[in-house]
């Protein structure tokens, strides 16, 4: 049952409740042949719930586009307010087009009708989305879309839990469009059986969903809702078989073993012990040494089976019950038989986790005595060195990891990676030259260890920090002669920032760089941005080159293009960077798209509202494009995508046609480049960004990093919308624009995360004096811990970056400040 379908409560929008007075006013008895398409909506089963519209005080009320009582611009308008999320005012238009008499054709009533029915559904406004398609039903039962409308109300009486007529809607969808969704057709058509107490109908339908045709992560999905249905009515077996379906098609090891686990209770449920216990240990064997291994091996304790004491150990050791692993351990010491260094090296983790460092150090040790020769003999030397330091003894960690280097050189990867976590330590205990003293050693010799590029970094940030300039530009010298890619650039920027900071216009460029007197300019910030051209660090290179200031916007901003020559230029850079041969226009889906079933599946749930799953269709259909190497099929579906709404798939159909021609973003085409960093919502951002003063580039910049400008974007702390604001923050903000009645779903609407977003950026920004970088540290991470990075590095943007403690944080400001690169180029002019 759809537990996500609400009724709507009886406070309803007089624009709303105004559709009942206009059922005999509009019956008009014609019929059409294709009214204007329905633009995307959202699924019903995904639909925001709100009690009361929000409003804002009179001061801060993000305003609507004004409107133009010309019919075509009434449709224009209304679809623009729809878009932007101001659904009551959209409908409000709807019906000043309804009211229009003989200024609206036919056609337009039609569509206003089917859209006003759309709105209302997508506001969750059951009622009045199943009357205007019942309207349109009734007046236009010839029109291209009265299937889609049967498929909407279907949705809409869903909703009302109106399950029989809701049923009657879905199949008469069934007999009109055969063979495009039916397997989303009879999933709902089984949902409201369920909810009607009709199991075994239900159970067909479901059966049904299965056999008809969808894409493979959705299949997947669906057979896991239907198993679970196949529990919840006591019928295991047909659950299991479910199960084993999924188990023939997944890949992915992790869910695999859940789907796995799964079926084993299924089994158990039914009293099919034998096969249930089979089904476990097969589990335990598979999946050894994972948590979903340890929960199979509870549930064989449970029926009275045991299992091999060293499987059992590494299972809890897996699932963090390390008291149990212990356990286990030393029975399998106990049992005698064929020791190994795994087994010592495991208990030792275990006891060290629950506290006992001695005993672990004991374990340990046992692996250097008795297995020299073992491939874990150098992990067990480390972890004698990681004891120390979990119980708080840097120093004789240092001592210990240092002997391995001294001891062990032999032992590349445990030798190398000693000398780091020696170098580390010095370093985070205020002992700088001795780190960096340790780095370097690390990096002569182990030049390719995994860990030296990383250890010569946080060397030489440490270098710059103590002003010493030759020092740093030899450690980032050699990064540059070890690395590429993003390493590479962040290193050259680096050394050019170092060479311009010593006023190094001429003697040192020449010394240790080609290029004459402009060195760090024209050749070491080329070289970085010759790297990684889509990096952080390329844009900081520009920036320096160009002698702008971190997100310095530009002078003046330029939105609107000429589409057609814009498409040309682009087609001409597609046939150069991937040799194209083909005549005619390349952005048109070829015959081979527009009939793939994921395509035309994905199309039509859009056409119903059905969001989520249409997005679940298309993902697949995207995925298989990049897989092919089809960099000109995923032009054309970028393309098909932004027209249809499908914002955050069209970017990604973008980067992967850019990634695959080996370029970076601003070396192609500029519109192919815009695709991939697009303007969209510039009419919510532009006015937000105007009255808190501040770049709109930096909040287009931050929506794209957010959310890829999907609206119905969520995260796992509840954040939500485009801005990805966290629910007490947005109550927070809430609180200070008095928004009434505020509801955390209300961020799916673009122009309040816009306005959410923009304030609560607009607040990091006065917080840090205007300081950008520091304001989007405390945008994602608070404004506590931006304070604290702030106060180590300053104003300078890549010192701040060394500073922070959360990668992830690093990696967001730095996508951004990339970002506003991106879109200052393709949208700015100076």
Same mark, same amino acid.
């Given at each position: ?8 409560? %009886? ?17 008009? !008895? ?38 133009? $009582?010309?019919?075509? %611009? ?84 869903? !909703? ?195 506290? %006992? ?37 840097? $120093? ?30 010095? !370093? ?17 010799? #182990? ?36 690395? $590429? ?223 890829? #400008? ?73 404004? !506590? ?46």
């Amino acid at each position: 049952m759809r537990s996500l379908y609400k009724r709507k409560n %009886n406070s309803m929008m007089p624009i709303f409740r105004a559709l009942g007075s206009l059922l005999c006013l509009l019956a008009c !008895g014609c019929n059409i042949s294709k009214p204007e398409p329905p633009a995307p909506t959202v699924n019903a089963s995904q639909i925001i719930v709100v009690t009361a519209t929000p409003r804002l005080d009179a001061q801060i009320v993000p305003t609507p586009p004004p409107l133009n $009582s010309d019919s075509a %611009n009434l449709f224009a308008s209304a679809e623009a307010l729809a878009r932007n999320g101001y659904l009551e005012e959209a409908a409000d238009t709807y019906l000043r087009l309804l009211n229009a008499d003989a200024d609206i054709r036919i056609d337009q009533r039609a569509a206003a009708i089917f859209r006003y029915g759309q709105i209302a559904l997508r506001a969750g406004y059951f009622q009045q989305a199943a009357d205007a398609f019942s309207l349109f039903i009734a007046d236009f039962p010839n029109a291209a879309e009265i299937a889609q409308a049967y498929f909407l109300r279907g949705d809409a009486r869903l !909703g009302l839990s109106l399950w029989q007529l809701a049923i009657g809607d879905l199949q008469q969808y069934l007999a009109l469009r055969p063979g495009l969704i039916d397997s989303y057709a009879y999933e709902r058509i089984a949902d409201a059986q369920i909810a009607m107490g009709e199991t075994d109908v239900a159970l067909e339908n479901y059966e049904l969903a299965t056999q008809a045709t969808r894409s493979v992560v959705p299949l997947l999905a669906l057979r896991e809702k239907v198993a679970q249905i196949y529990i919840n009515l006591g019928y295991p077996v047909q659950a299991a078989e479910q199960y084993d379906a999924v188990l023939a098609v997944a890949r992915n090891q992790p869910y695999r073993a859940h789907i796995a686990l799964s079926a084993a209770r299924a089994l158990l449920e039914g009293d099919d012990i034998a096969l249930a216990v089979s089904s476990l240990q097969t589990v335990v064997a598979d999946y050894s040494g994972t948590a979903t291994a340890w929960q199979a091996q509870v549930l064989l304790d449970q029926l009275g089976y045991g299992a091999d004491p060293f499987e059992r150990g590494k299972a809890a050791f897996a699932a963090g019950d390390w008291s149990a692993a212990v356990d286990a351990f030393n029975r399998a010491l106990a049992a005698g038989g064929a020791l190994s260094a795994e087994l010592y090296l495991q208990l030792g983790r275990a006891q060290r986790n629950l506290g %006992n460092s001695e005993v672990a150090t004991t374990a340990f040790q046992t692996i250097i005595d008795l297995y020299p020769g073992d491939p874990l003999f150098g992990a067990a030397l480390l972890e004698r060195g990681r004891t120390r330091f979990l119980a708080g003894d840097h $120093s004789a960690a240092i001592e210990l990891y240092l002997a391995i280097a001294d001891g062990f050189p032999q032992l590349a990867s445990a030798a190398g990676e000693a000398l780091w976590r020696a170098g580390y330590l010095y !370093g985070t205990g205020g002992e700088t030259a001795l780190s960096r003293q340790t780095f370097k050693r690390l990096a002569d010799s #182990f030049p390719q260890h995994e860990l030296t590029t990383s250890g010569l970094f946080m060397a030489a940030s440490a270098a710059v920090r103590e002003s010493d300039w030759a020092g740093a530009a030899a450690l980032y010298s050699r990064i540059v002669s070890l690395t $590429s890619g993003e390493d590479h650039a962040a290193a050259q920027l680096w050394l050019g920032r170092i060479a311009l900071r010593q006023g190094d216009t001429g003697g040192a460029g020449q010394k240790l760089w080609p290029g004459g007197k402009n060195a760090p300019r024209n050749y070491l910030f080329a070289q970085a941005i010759r790297a990684a051209p889509d990096s952080y660090f390329a844009a900081r290179a520009g920036d320096i080159r160009s002698d702008r200031q971190p997100f310095q916007p530009p002078e003046t901003l330029n939105f609107d293009f000429d589409p057609a020559a814009e498409l040309a230029e682009a087609e001409q850079w597609l046939r150069s960077a991937f040799v194209i041969q083909e005549p005619g226009d390349l952005w048109r889906l070829t015959p081979e798209l527009a009939s793939d079933p994921r395509w035309i599946r994905g199309r039509e749930l859009f056409s119903v509202g059905a969001m989520d799953e249409a997005l679940g269709e298309l993902d697949e259909l995207l995925g298989s494009a990049r897989d092919a190497g089809k960099a000109l099929d995923s032009y054309r579906l970028a393309i098909a995508l932004r027209d249809i709404g499908a914002y955050r798939e069209s970017i990604i159909a973008a980067a992967d046609v850019i990634n695959a021609s080996g370029q970076g973003t601003l070396q192609a085409a500029p519109a192919v480049a815009r695709l991939r960093f697009p303007a969209y919502y510039i009419d919510l951002i532009a006015p937000v960004a105007q009255k808190r003063e501040f770049d709109p580039l930096l909040m287009l910049s931050l929506i794209r990093q957010e959310s890829l #400008f999907n609206t119905y974007a969520t995260a796992a702390a509840g954040e939500k919308g485009m801005t990805q604001v966290i629910p007490g923050t947005a109550q927070y903000i809430a609180d200070k624009l008095n928004w009434q009645d505020y509801e955390h779903s209300v961020l799916f609407r673009p122009y309040a995360a816009v306005e959410f977003g923009g304030y609560y950026l607009d607040e990091q920004l006065e917080l840090f004096d205007q300081y950008p970088i520091a304001a989007l540290a405390a945008y994602n991470a608070g404004p !506590g811990r931006a304070y604290d990075w702030r106060a180590l590095s300053g104003d300078d943007p890549d010192l701040f970056m060394t500073t922070i403690t959360i990668d992830s944080t690093r990696k967001y400001i730095q996508y951004i400040y990339r970002n506003h690169t991106i879109y200052r180029a393709l949208y700015g002019d100076d």
